[in-house]
């Protein structure tokens, strides 16, 4: 069991920034797969990114060129650095983990117009 807790979210405007944290109550370094999903009202969740041990990345279509994934093993923490926010980007952002089925308890962000 590892215990995920995620930080950072607020309200901005849109076009600004915002960077949230995930801490694992635990080593992340065995850890292959880490990732950021998000779920807006009446949706359902959705995928953001992910970031390998390897420190490769992928992105959602939707997210490309203005988020970025990192992490950090030294401090069990992932980060997701999101810039030139949108209205549409308003959800709960989860940090997850490949391979288990633990959730955090989210982190609101809400983009004004």
């Known amino acids: 069991q590892v215990q995920l807790v995620e930080s950072g979210g607020g309200l901005v405007q849109a076009g600004g920034s915002l960077r949230l944290s995930c801490a694992a109550s635990r080593s992340i370094f065995s850890f292959n797969t880490m990732g950021w999903y998000r779920q807006a009202p009446g949706k359902q969740r959705e995928f953001v990114a992910y970031?390998?041990?390897?420190?490769?990345?992928n992105y959602a279509d939707s997210v490309k060129g203005r988020f970025t994934i990192s992490r950090d093993n030294t401090k069990n923490a992932l980060y997701l650095q999101m810039n030139s926010l949108k209205p549409e980007d308003t959800a709960v952002y989860y940090c997850?983990?490949?391979?288990?089925?633990?959730w955090g308890q989210g982190t609101q962000v809400t983009v004004s117009s």
């Open positions: 997850k983990i490949w391979g288990y089925t633990d």
């Open positions: 970031a390998t041990k390897d420190a490769r990345t």
